[in-house]
């Protein structure tokens, strides 16, 4: 016999709104956690990770409301970025070396949400979740570099020059964190949707 969760609407606003600001604090204790890497100013950083995570688990609306309250709170000047004595502070960052990657985390919070979704019906049969999930994983991945990509390539001046230091050095890492992510999702999605 199967058991329907029912929960009331006060109950789910004040779960959504506490995992859309746990989601933001992830995000920004993920920052703190950052490696400089030679030849670029763009640090290593768990933040991708983190916000991935949380698009995936929130889905696309609530992971997109929690990385918009991440850059809200770093704009307003509280330390959440990444912290380092050459990158500027509160919304100055937003424009700075790495703003690309920052603007671009609630887009890609969205995608992976959203491809990730399990009600998600797309075409005739239902997909493979964990295709699914990791399609979504790629596609914020490519998003987060989009968006960096096209702050250093406006700050630089040069595309090329942009992906050598704000793309090429990270590869291997997004690679890893697609290898994580995805059996991670795949198995939490469920279970954590269901509550929100």
Avoid: C
């Avoid at 850059?71 to 050459?86: D, I, W």
């Avoid at 019906?121 to 914020?140: N, S």
């Amino acid at each position: 016999m199967e058991r329907a969760l029912v929960i009331d609407n006060s109950t789910l606003i004040i779960r959504r709104t506490v995992a859309v600001v746990l989601g933001a604090i992830l995000v920004a204790a993920a920052a703190q956690v950052a490696v400089p890497l030679p030849g670029t100013p763009v640090p290593f950083t768990l933040q991708p990770l983190a916000v991935l995570l949380v698009g995936g688990l929130l889905g696309a609306r609530l992971g997109a409301l929690s990385m918009i309250l991440y850059l809200a709170m770093g704009a307003a000047g509280l330390p959440v970025f990444t912290p380092s004595p050459l990158l500027l502070p509160g919304i100055a960052r937003l424009f700075g070396q790495t703003g690309g990657y920052l603007l671009a985390y609630p887009i890609a919070a969205y995608a992976v949400g959203w491809f990730s979704d399990p009600a998600r019906k797309r075409g005739v049969q239902e997909q493979v979740a964990g295709v699914r999930v990791a399609l979504g994983v790629f596609i914020g991945l490519v998003l987060i570099h989009l968006g960096g990509l096209a702050q250093l390539a406006i700050l630089t001046g040069n595309v090329s020059a942009a992906a050598r230091f704000g793309t090429w050095p990270f590869l291997l890492g997004d690679m890893l964190k697609l290898v994580i992510l995805v059996p991670v999702l795949t198995k939490l999605i469920p279970t954590v949707r269901a509550r929100l």
